[in-house]
């Protein structure tokens, strides 16, 4: 079909030293059929290809930096995450890389917990 692309080589594609290189690099995609006839193009911004599926993944690096920072958090320690949705799991996601330990809360479902571990 025109304008369809295939998948790059691999020697192409990003590569990167651990998943957090990963969050932001996110594609952006032109919105075609609603583009149509007119100039000014529309693309979307596709989060969801974000390792851990969200926007949220980036706000995870964000919190665990600035805590780093100011010294409240140390190797080793460990964050409690109050919720288990989307900024639980950029957290998580963090926590694993960083090696910290993820406290999140028991309502977390069985794929949530499999996907972070």
């Known amino acids: 079909m025109p304008g369809w692309s295939v ?6 594609r990003m ?10 690099h996110t594609p952006l995609i032109r ?3 609603i583009n149509q006839g007119l100039k ?6 596709a989060e969801f290809t974000n ?11 964000t919190m665990i930096d600035e805590a780093e920072k100011k010294g409240l958090l ?11 949705g989307n900024t639980g799991m950029g957290l998580a996601l963090v926590a694993a890389v960083r090696g910290y330990k993820c406290v999140s809360p028991p309502r977390t ?3 949530r917990k499999k996907s972070i571990s």
């Not at 998948?7 to 192409?12: C, G, K, S, V, Y």
């Not at 000014?40 to 911004?45: F, G, L, S, T």
């Not at 390792?51 to 690096?61: C, E, M, N």
């Open 40 to 45: 000014p193009q529309m693309y979307v911004k």
């Open 51 to 61: 390792p851990g599926g969200s926007v949220k993944d980036r706000i995870g690096i």
């Open 31 to 33: 919105l075609n059929r």
């Open 74 to 84: 140390k190797p080793g320690g460990t964050i409690i995450e109050g919720t288990s």
């Open 7 to 12: 998948a790059l080589p691999l020697d192409n």
């Open 109 to 111: 479902s069985n794929p």
């Open 15 to 24: 590569k990167c030293n651990n998943i957090l290189e990963a969050v932001g």
